[in-house]
Structure formats: structure tokens, C-alpha cells
């Protein structure tokens, strides 16, 4: 009943939205490959044409998003956005460079399910961005987050299913042996955000979740544990 989807060091597998036959996985540093479950044909997903002297940076785990407006579309995490088309068979970049560290790379990904073309993005330095347009213009946001940790890795956005304008963050700053909860979360696209997490007893927190059907639940997993909230992550 269980069998391999792909090769490497596997991390997130990602089920296409409509044709939940097919199926995309990952390895390590942006290896990026998919399996027909009904034919049981494989193949990678490719990567874009780059300049001279470019060279491609992935996170060791890196992040991926597929929303449902835009099924065949696969968004990809380097120093810059890869946006895959046609599941996969073409790709282009969909950003500038996002990162100011030569060894960084995106940390995590967020597409909105509710607003065409959203697409949230977090890197390895601490920076944030933002697109509206599907790439073609991106705004950081990094300096409106008050009170953010200076440089420490995006561990998680997430985009809220239910509203354009929300999204929540989560920095991670063990590397720098700092386990506190820096959680925040947008009300109004980026412009301003706020630290929550009340209850979280220590960090760092590492992933996030919205609920599928209500808005205000939101799931934190931590280092040490699992947390829900009722009110949007306030408490």
C-alpha cells in the first residue's frame, strides 16, 4: 500500500489540485520532480535559462506552492521566484533577487488562494515581499514589521484563505540561539503588522496552518510542540 514517489532526500510531497493523480516531490537543493500515479511516469520539473556567471541557490529544504486558480502553475523558492508553467515542463523567474546574503536563499512561499496572482515570500536574511501581480512588481515589507528580529530566517508565511489582505509570519532564530516567538500577522496586506502568539511558551515556531473552513483557527508547530489558536493567533 505504500510506495516511493521519487529519489533523493525527500521532503514535501504536493498533490496537484484538480488531478489528484498527479503528484509533485522534492529533494534536496530545488530538486524537483513529479509522478503520474495513474500511468507511473516520472519526470523533473525544469529550471530557467540563467545569465552568465548566474548560478541558482535553493534552500536545502526548499518551498514550492501551487493555488487552486492557477492549478498548472508551479511557484518555486530560490534567491529569486521561479514561476513553472505547464506543471512543469517550462520555467521563468518571476522576481529579482530577493536575498542580500551571497549564500541565501527564499525559506517559504505563500500563495493566495483568494487573490489571483498574491504571492508572499520569505528569505534565509529576514526578508519579506510581496507581489499582487503574479511577479511582475514586488514590494518588501520587512521595514513595517515592528518590533521583527533583525536578519533571522523565515521560517513560514501563510496566506488567509478567507481574506487578500491577511497573512501571518513566523521567524525562526535558533540559529542564532534565540528560541523566543516571533509570530506576527497582517490585517491590511503588509502595511503594518502585529506580534501575537500569546500562550506560545517558547519557540521557535516553524510552521503555520490556517483551517480550512474557519478563519480565525490557526495552527503553530513549534520545536517543542503544537499550538491552535480560535482568534487568528492572538492567543
Given at each position: 500500500d505504500v510506495f516511493n514517489l521519487g529519489w533523493g532526500d525527500g521532503f514535501t510531497a504536493l498533490p496537484h489540485p484538480v488531478d489528484q493523480d498527479f503528484v509533485w516531490f522534492t529533494s534536496q537543493y530545488g530538486a524537483i520532480g513529479w509522478r503520474n500515479l495513474r500511468s507511473g511516469?516520472?519526470?523533473?520539473?525544469?529550471?530557467?535559462?540563467?545569465?552568465?556567471?548566474?548560478?541558482l541557490r535553493f534552500q536545502w529544504d526548499t518551498p514550492y506552492a501551487v493555488a487552486h486558480k492557477e492549478p498548472d502553475v508551479l511557484w518555486i523558492g530560490a534567491q529569486r521566484v521561479i514561476r513553472a508553467?505547464?506543471?512543469?515542463?517550462?520555467?521563468?523567474?518571476?522576481?529579482?533577487e530577493l536575498t542580500t546574503h551571497p549564500q541565501a536563499a527564499i525559506t517559504s512561499l505563500a500563495v493566495s488562494t483568494k487573490v489571483?496572482?498574491?504571492?508572499?515570500?520569505?528569505?534565509?536574511?529576514?526578508?519579506?515581499?510581496?507581489?499582487?501581480?503574479?511577479?511582475?512588481?514586488w514590494k518588501e515589507v520587512t521595514g513595517d514589521i515592528q518590533d521583527a528580529p533583525a536578519g533571522l530566517h523565515v521560517a513560514d508565511l501563510e496566506a488567509s484563505r478567507a481574506d487578500g489582505n491577511v497573512a501571518w509570519l513566523a521567524f525562526d532564530g535558533h540559529r542564532s540561539d534565540d528560541t523566543g516567538v516571533h509570530l506576527?500577522?497582517?490585517?491590511?496586506?503588509?502595511r503594518t503588522w502585529k506580534r501575537i502568539g500569546s500562550g506560545i511558551d517558547r519557540g521557535p515556531v516553524l510552521a503555520l496552518q490556517q483551517g480550512a473552513h474557519n478563519e480565525d483557527l490557526l495552527f503553530a508547530g513549534t520545536e517543542f510542540g503544537a499550538f491552535v489558536s480560535l482568534d487568528a493567533g492572538d492567543s
Open positions: 511516469e516520472t519526470g523533473g520539473v525544469e529550471r530557467p535559462k540563467l545569465t552568465d556567471g548566474e548560478a508553467t505547464e506543471r512543469g515542463k517550462s520555467a521563468e523567474f518571476a522576481s529579482p489571483k496572482g498574491e504571492l508572499w515570500a520569505g528569505t534565509a536574511d529576514g526578508r519579506v515581499w510581496l507581489t499582487k501581480n503574479a511577479g511582475k512588481a506576527f500577522r497582517t490585517n491590511n496586506g503588509g
